[in-house]
Each structure stands twice: as C-alpha cells, then as structure tokens.
C-alpha cells in the first residue's frame, strides 16, 4: 500500500492544500510550528476517523470556517488506486471510499481495506520517535516478546497490561494460604456451615416423623373436602330439579295435544301469499297488451331506414384509411423537416470542409481513420505539445535568468578590472610607500588620476556614440515592427479576424511601452559617475599639493590595501563565472535538446495531417480541434445521406396514401380531383351513413327492448299463476275456499307448537340434561331427600374442623423445630454459601484461563514470530553499526538483551552508547514494521529519531530507508536542514508560511 497523494480541504493551519506525487522515499522538512505533526495527525485522521471531543487528541479544526476534512489516495495492491475521503460529520467523521472501478463504499469497506488495523495499532507497529522505547537496555526477552506481540496484534502494550491485570484479579480471589481473598473467605465460612450441620442431624429425625403425620393428617382433610363437595353437588341437584318439575309436567301436556291435532301441512303465510301473487298478477296482464301495440309501431320505422352496402362492406378499410389521415399530414411534415435538416447538414458540410481546407469525395472523408487509438494518439501528442510549450517558457525563463546572471558577473568583473591600478601606477605607490616619499606619492597619485580620467573620457566617448547608433537602429526597428503589426491588425480586421486584429494591436503597443521604459543605459550612467568621481578628486588633490598638504604614508597604505581588496574580490568573481557559464552552458543544451523533441512532436504532427489529407498552415492549430471538427465532419455526411433516405420512404407512403383516398372517394360515388376534398367527402357520407346506422341501432335496441319487456311481462303472468298453483298444491285444496279454511287450523297448530318450544327452552337452561331429568324422575325424589343430605353434611363439616385442629397442632410443633436452627434451614444456607463459592470459583476459572491462554499465544509468538524478527532486526543492526554488532541476544533467564560485537564479545544494553542503543531500537521497530502485512503492508513514518546519530550513523540509517523504501513506502518528518542534503531534491516536499494555503 502506497499514499500517492494528500488533498487537506481543511485541517489545522492547512486550507485546500494539496501534497501530490509522493514517492517510495518521501520527506517532509519544515521548522518547529510549521505543519508536519499536522499532516502526520491528518493522515492518521482520514484513515482512522477525527479524534472525539472526549479524547485528548487534537481535532486540528480549522479556525476560519473552512471545510474540516480531506481526501487521500492511495494504490493498494488488492484495489488499485483507491481515494478515502472523510468529512465532519458524525463522531468519527462521514467517510467515502472511491474504488477505481467507480463503485463507492463506506466505513466498512474502509475497514477492510485497511485490513481490519485501526488507529492504535497503526500508530505503534508503523509510526516511530525517539520516545517510543527509551528503556530498551532493560528490555529482555519475556517483557520483548510480549511488547512485540502486543504491538503487532493490538497496536499497543496492551498484552503487557492486561497481563498484569489478569494476575491481579486472581490474586484478589484466591491464594494458597491468604485471608483475605473472597475464595479465602467463603471457604472458611462453608466449613464452619458444614459442622453445624453435622449437629442438627438428630433434631432431624424428630422433625420427618411430624412431617408423616402432618402429610397423613392432609389426606384426610382432603378426602373430608372431597366428600363435601360431592355432598353440596347432589344436594345442589336435587334442589333444581324440585323447582323445574311443574315446567317438565306443563311440557308432557302440550305434546299429547299436538299428538291429537296430527300434522297439517300449509304453506307459511299461506293467505299473505295469496293475496300479494293477486294484486300483482291484474296489472301485470294489462301492461303486456299495452306493450304488443307499441312493437307494431316500431316495425313500421325499420322498414323505412336504409344504409349503404359498401361502407359497410369495407368499413374497416374506410376507417383505417381516415384513422391515418393525421399520419399523413404528419409525414408531410416530417417529409418537410427533414428536408430542412438536409439542407442544414450540407450547410454544415461545407463549413467543416471550408475550415478544414479538406477539398475530397466524400466517401474518402468516411474512410479517414478517427479511431480511438488515433484520438489517444492525438491527445498524448497534444499533451506533449503543451509540455514542450510549458519547457519552452521555462527554458525561456531559466535562459533569461542564467544570462542576467552571468552578465552581472561579467559586469562586476570588468568593474573591478576599471578600479584596479595600472602595474605601473601600483608599483609607483609600492616604490613610494617603501622609500616613505610623501613627494613622490603626491606625484604619483596625481599622474594616476590624470591618467584614471583620460581613459574613462575615451570610454565614455566610444560607449556614448555607440548607445546613439543603438538608439537609432531600436527607434528604426520599433517603427518598422509597429507599421508591420498596424498593417496585420488592418488586414485582419477588414477579413473578419478581429482577435488577430486585436492581438497585433497589443503587440504594437507593448514593443512601444519597451522603447519608452527602457530606453537608457546604466553603464553610460555608471562611466560620467565615475568620470566626476575622478575629477573631483584631481582638484581636491590639486588643492592639497598647492597648500602644501601631501599625502602622508598612511594614504599609500591605504591604496595599497584597497588593490589587495579588489584583488581578492575579482578571483571570487571569476569563480563565479565560470559556474554561470557552465549553468548558462547546460540551460544551452536543453534548449537544443528541446528543439529536437519539438522537431521530432512537429513531424509526427504533420504525418497525421497529411494522412488525412489536411493542410495546416501552422503547427500551433489544435489537433485534437481538428479531429473533433474531422469527426463531426464524417457525423454530418452520414447524418445527410440518413436523411436523404428517409425523405425517399416517406415521399412512397405519402403517395400510396393519397392514391388510396381518392379510390375511396371513387367506390362511395364522390366526385372529387384532390385527396383533401376525397378525405372531405368520405368523411361526410360515413357520417351519414354511421347517423343511419345509429338510428336504425337505436329503433333495434327498443325493439329489442319492447320484446324483452313482453317476455318479462308473460313470464311474470305465468310465474304468478304457478305460485298460486303450488300455493293450493301446497295447502292440498283445489280453490281458494278451501285454502282459506284450512289456514285457521294451521293457525292454530302453529300457537300449540310455540309454547311447546318455549317449554322445552326453559328446560334447555337448567343444567340437566335429557338422561338426567328421566334419571331423576326414576328416584322419586322429594323433600324428605333433601333433608337427609343436609343431615350428611353438618357431619362431614364438624370432622373437616377435627383435621384442621390436628394439622394447626402439627404446623406449630414443625415451626418451632425450624425457628431453633433446624436441619433445613443450616441445609440451605450450606447449599447457598456452596453454590456462591461456585460462581466466585468459575470467576477465577475464567481469568486463570485467559491467563493461560495469553501465555500460550505470547509463547507461540516467540517461538515463530519473534525469531524472525530478532533476525531481521540483526541485519538491520549489522548495516547501520558496519558490521560492528551482529547479534540481538535475548536472555531466557533475566531481564534485558545483549549484544554481540564482531569479536565475539558481549556487552548489556546499558554498557554501550545512547546512539548504539537507539540504533538497536530503530532495527527491532523497523523489523516489527516490516514483517507485518507483508501483501499490503502500510507506510513506515518516521517522525525525527535521528537526532542523536553522528554524521556516519545519519548516513547509514537513512540508505537503510533507502532500502527499505524499495519494498515498502518511507515517509520522513524532519525539522533538520543538514539532513535534506541525503536525499533527492524530487523527493522532498518543504514547509514554510507560502504553503499554508494554496
């Protein structure tokens, strides 16, 4: 796993703040305060959430209201390159994963792509400093292993801790021969419980014979309630059937008088029948007479209504045909449209061929290759074409700098030359300061200035006829590019190119502005300077030879000096020259190394255009504007023949359909010469004919209607006289007399069988039965009956209260056995105190377990993976010490590790340096980090654990990074200048107050 890049949208100091490009070796310098423990906390924010408000982390929220929050990418060798964005939101903060195939996921997909590892862990196995593990002279092999595992599986020493606790819990349950513990404590007290109830074994005998003779005394009160309760029940029974009997008597009556009646059979409502069947069988007779005259009325109307044959015969066609009439004022349109666009299309064929200068058939133009593979050919020509533009400017830019520079050394050389003396004039001061002539230094000194004043009048004369020739040749010039670019802006304009035009404008008055500010000389300044320097001076000294003040030899000393000074300076100035010169040299060939790619980009340009046939007058037009104008081009002729086609089918089907309007027209007799007055006249003689049809439809449908009403109306006058026939049948009389008659028998049976059944309702509510009434019948039950079974109850009653006086005596006796210690109760509480000391028991089972367990797997880790980070760390040790120490030796048996030096001796951590020491922890952390998640492993990041190394030590712990760069990503922060000059300038990214914002 490798980050590639950093976007902060918002994050401590940092605004929109963008690191990108980070390599395998990525360095991060900047002083104190300047943002690298917020980058650092940045990283480990969006890959792990923001910190709570209840942590003590810091959040780093930004102070000016910018969006809190960022992004970064990365390449992940399951995923590929992978973007984790997280925003404030919830807690943590609201997080989104882009994966490169384009589906976006979540927290869980995070997780998972970070392999389960969260914050903890990976700021202890891949984040290091100088305060990760000062104690390591007093590390040893248990206390090792166990940080080693912790940190490789819990990302902290969280194993160390929780072994500790682990063993504190068990010490506070249990000890062999402690007091205090709670095991210690509820053991002691479940002995004393188990004597005490050795003793209350003989209370215990005694207490079972009450409690047989209580059980007895028990099943005895209750068969004495059983017996009560059949007593009450049967008494209860006997009472009830007492009270129902008149009812049963009342009963027995009404059946042998329906018995005598025998059955009748009429119809219910026999004479509500009858008469209801009558008053609707009268008028029902006089409607159907009336309704046999009205469909004679209606015949006659049928008879006069006629339509035509054909419209019916082909009225589906008619109807088809009129239904896509719209059609076909809508294909005319359509036909209409597209024409316009053919029209459109050729329009546009002709501006695309006229901006092209493309003069080719048109299907050559089809056959013109604008494939994919080109287009990507094209865009990465173009591409380069930019970035050989963007070299060019800084080539420009560098080119301009190298050659300012090394004019002004050229310039300050040839200024020292001007000051230094003549040899003849420096060995004249030499002579007269070594003969002490104050004479002979006035002299000379004055033969020095004349001939200082001389040769800057010639300098000054030849430099100021040449800066005249120049000005003239620039004023020349300026005149000629300004009528040139005057002339381009006119003739641009008038051919409508008005951004040429303008562009010739600016130029013109830019070359102005150029003359104007910079129209002097700086050297033709710098000589009359100097020229009323030298004057002055050569009559200051006139002055002082005419009062008879010579120099003194303080003053050739000092001219002396002042030569040596120059001299000085003019051999540091050549130094410099000649290292511009080399730079102005090397910014030479790349300018010519440009120009052979741009030779090489232009050509293969060029070949493309002449492919497709295209003559461009300049290099400088857009390929990629040419390919989308050749596409649309291509797009335009086929979209022109599309329509072209289109125009030929619906021209068809508009003359099929008008051909056949006017056949139409033609069949129904309808003497018309254009398909609108055929379409005008069938849709009135379908008209016609459809208001026939419907009224013809009409007078059917009421027919229809009239005959539907007279077979209701006969089938009604049957149904009714069937009903009166059944009414009789029913009755078994033959007229309505006799059904009259026979109806107030039926009357009267009906009343016998209602209080019957309301005899036989009152019975149903008792709660006896059928079997149980004749039973009871049978035993002659009466009051004497009852009187005997209250007489068995009182004495039931009087032995029930005998039992509950025996039974209270019992209970109070077994009472007073329990309230005196008894067996049950020490029982019990031994049980409770036993169960108890279970659970305390199953408690310490649990933290003895995890203990043994942790053990285990702390005694696994170092059987497998500690050996083989003891090795990798021992190479690690033997790189950065030169072979000095090549062994990690844990001791088994203390605490503490030795070291092996080459000889063979060994020395315990504490006996060797503080720099040996750290380099023995930075080769076991850099062991630990590399042998997790080797697959996808994170980032090493390093935060300034160098600091106390020597140079050479520096030196080889960083080529170890190097090294281990190759493998996985190293990401350095360092508030050390001297230590950037051991890595690449490419790889180091350097804070300061411009990167704050971007």
């Not at 086929?638 to 072209?644: G, I, L, R, T």
């Not at 009653?797 to 039974?807: A, I, K, P, V, Y």
Request: proline share 1%.
């Amino acid at each position: 796993m490798k980050i590639k890049e950093l976007h902060i949208y918002g994050y401590g100091k940092f605004e929109n703040k963008k690191f990108t490009e980070f390599g395998q070796l990525q360095i991060f310098f900047g002083e104190n305060e300047s943002g690298k423990s917020t980058v650092m906390s940045f990283i480990h924010s969006i890959l792990f959430g923001f910190p709570t408000k209840v942590q003590n982390e810091k959040r780093y929220e930004p102070k000016l209201n910018a969006k809190y929050g960022g992004k970064i990418i990365i390449l992940s060798e399951r995923y590929g390159e992978v973007s984790i964005e997280r925003v404030k939101g919830k807690a943590a903060g609201d997080v989104t994963v882009g994966f490169e195939n384009g589906t976006v996921g979540d927290e869980g997909d995070l997780r998972d792509l970070l392999q389960g590892i969260d914050k903890q862990y990976f700021q202890s196995v891949f984040s290091f400093d100088l305060q990760g593990l000062h104690g390591v002279q007093n590390v040893g092999e248990a206390t090792l292993a166990k940080y080693l595992l912790s940190a490789g599986m819990v990302g902290s020493d969280l194993i160390v801790e929780a072994e500790t606790k682990l063993q504190k819990e068990l010490d506070a349950r249990f000890k062999p021969s402690g007091q205090k513990p709670e095991l210690n404590v509820r053991l002691k007290h479940l002995k004393e419980l188990q004597a005490r109830l050795k003793k209350s074994e003989e209370e215990e005998r005694a207490y079972k014979e009450l409690q047989k003779t209580r059980s007895k005394t028990e099943d005895q009160l209750s068969k004495l309630k059983m017996d009560i309760s059949a007593n009450e029940e049967k008494l209860f029974q006997y009472q009830e059937f007492l009270r129902i009997r008149p009812i049963i008597e009342q009963k027995q009556i009404l059946k042998e008088r329906l018995d005598e009646l025998d059955n009748i059979s009429f119809p219910a409502d026999g004479i509500k029948r009858l008469d209801q069947l009558n008053a609707l069988k009268i008028p029902n007779d006089a409607q159907l007479s009336a309704m046999h005259k009205k469909k004679q009325k209606i015949d006659g109307k049928i008879a006069e209504l006629t339509i035509s044959s054909y419209i019916e015969a082909n009225r589906e066609k008619i109807a088809s045909t009129l239904d896509r009439t719209p059609y076909l004022e809508q294909l005319e349109s359509e036909k209409s449209r597209l024409e316009e666009f053919f029209r459109s299309k050729e329009k546009e064929k002709s501006k695309y061929k006229l901006d092209l200068f493309l003069d080719k058939p048109e299907e050559e133009i089809a056959g013109l290759d604008t494939s994919v593979f080109t287009a990507e050919k094209i865009k990465q020509l173009e591409q380069e074409k930019h970035r050989l533009k963007s070299d060019r400017l800084r080539l420009d830019e560098k080119y301009k700098h190298e050659k300012s520079n090394l004019e002004a050394v050229e310039t300050r050389i040839a200024g020292l030359k001007e000051k230094q003396l003549p040899d003849e004039e420096r060995k004249r001061l030499e002579e007269a300061y070594q003969s002490n002539s104050n004479e002979k230094f006035a002299r000379v000194k004055a033969e020095f200035l004349e001939e200082q004043i001389r040769e800057l009048k010639q300098r000054y004369s030849k430099l100021s006829a040449k800066e005249q020739t120049n000005k003239k040749r620039t004023g020349i010039l300026v005149i000629i590019l300004t009528a040139i670019c005057i002339a381009m802006s006119l003739y641009a304009w008038n051919h409508g190119q008005s951004f040429v035009a303008v562009a010739a404008v600016l130029f013109a008055g830019a070359v102005l502005l150029v003359q104007f500010y910079f129209k002097g000389n700086n050297m033709l300044e710098d000589l009359k300077k100097q020229l009323n320097e030298a004057e002055d001076k050569k009559k200051q000294h006139e002055r002082q030879a005419n009062s008879g003040q010579a120099m003194d030899l303080s003053s050739i000393r000092n001219l002396l000096q002042n030569e040596e000074d120059i001299q000085r300076q003019y051999i540091a100035e050549e130094v410099k020259r000649k290292e511009r010169s080399a730079a102005f040299d090397s910014v030479i060939k790349e300018s010519e190394k440009w120009e052979v790619s741009w030779n090489h980009l232009t050509e293969e340009i060029k070949s493309i255009h002449k492919k497709w046939g295209i003559a461009v007058p300049s290099t400088d037009y857009s390929t990629e504007v040419i390919l989308d104008q050749l596409i649309l081009l291509k797009q335009a002729i086929q979209e022109s023949d599309q329509a072209k086609k289109e125009i030929l089918k619906l021209d068809k089907k508009i003359t099929n359909h008008k051909e056949e309007l006017l056949a139409i027209s033609k069949e129904i007799g309808a003497s018309t010469s254009t398909w609108h007055e055929a379409l005008v006249s069938i849709k009135q003689l379908v008209a016609l004919d459809s208001r026939n049809r419907m009224q013809l439809d009409q007078i059917h449908v009421e027919r229809q209607q009239i005959d539907e009403e007279i077979a209701r109306l006969q089938s009604e006058s049957a149904y009714l006289s069937a009903e009166i026939g059944q009414l009789f049948e029913g009755a078994g009389v033959q007229n309505e007399e006799e059904f009259r008659k026979k109806a107030m028998d039926a009357e009267e049976q009906e009343n016998l069988k209602s209080n019957y059944h309301m005899v036989s309702l009152q019975l149903s509510n008792t709660s006896f039965n059928l079997n149980e009434l004749l039973m009871l019948s049978d035993e002659n039950v009466s009051k004497y009956t009852i009187e005997a079974l209250e007489t068995e109850r009182r004495e039931l009653l009087t032995r029930q209260s005998g039992c509950f006086e025996r039974l209270s005596d019992l209970k109070h006796k077994i009472e007073r056995l329990e309230e005196g210690g008894s067996y049950i109760r020490i029982l019990h509480q031994f049980h409770e105190e036993r169960a108890a000391f279970n659970e305390e028991a199953k408690e310490w089972a649990k933290y003895a377990l995890a203990k043994r367990m942790l053990n285990d797997t702390i005694a696994a880790f170092k059987r497998e993976r500690l050996p083989k980070v003891i090795e990798k760390a021992q190479e690690y040790l033997s790189f950065l010490t030169d072979g000095e120490y090549k062994r990690i030796i844990l001791r088994p048996t203390s605490e503490g590790l030795d070291l092996e030096r080459r000889d063979g001796l060994r020395f315990e951590a504490w006996e060797v340096s503080r720099g040996t020491a750290e380099q023995v922890y930075v080769s076991l952390r850099l062991a630990l980090a590399g042998s997790m998640l080797d697959g996808d492993g994170f980032p090493i990041i390093i935060d300034d654990s160098f600091v106390n190394f020597d140079r050479n030590r520096t030196l080889k712990v960083i080529r170890l990074l190097k090294k281990i760069s190759g493998k996985r990503q190293v990401i350095f922060f360092t508030c050390h200048e001297h230590l950037l000059s051991f890595f690449e300038n490419t790889s180091i990214t350097a804070f300061g107050k411009e990167s704050i914002q971007s």
